[in-house]
């Protein structure tokens, strides 16, 4: 079993700037890869970036690529989402998602709201 706890989410100003942050406990050594996804109302969820855990390849949405980063600290297994830029259309629920061979991880959600 894996655990994934986000944190890092609010309320920011269109232009802003957050970074979500995504601590991973459990078994982690049989993930291979971990993300974020986003969900907004009336929307279905949608790829924002991943990382794979052994080459560190990334792989990011077009609506986001050069104003979000994701990154990861091994020692402390945890994954960030560096969000520059932010626009209104980035309001969503952010969810953190670790992948194994078997199945598909999720973290509970952090709310990111981007209004004047």
């Known amino acids: 079993q894996v655990q994934l706890v986000e944190s890092g989410g609010g309320l920011v100003q269109p232009g802003g700037s957050l970074r979500l942050s995504c601590a991973a406990s459990g078994s982690i050594s049989s993930l291979y890869a971990m993300g974020w996804y986003r969900q907004a109302p009336g929307k279905q969820r949608e790829l924002v970036a991943t990382?794979?855990?052994?080459?560190?390849?990334?792989n990011y949405a077009d609506s986001v690529k050069g104003r979000f980063t994701i990154s990861r600290d091994n020692a402390k297994n945890t994954v960030y989402l560096q969000m520059n830029s932010l626009k209104p259309e980035d309001t969503a629920v952010y969810y953190c998602?670790?992948?194994?061979?078997?199945?598909?991880?999720w973290g509970q959600g952090t709310q990111v709201t981007v209004s004047s």
């Open positions: 998602n670790g992948r194994t061979p078997i199945r598909a991880y």
């Open positions: 990382r794979t855990n052994g080459g560190g390849t990334t």
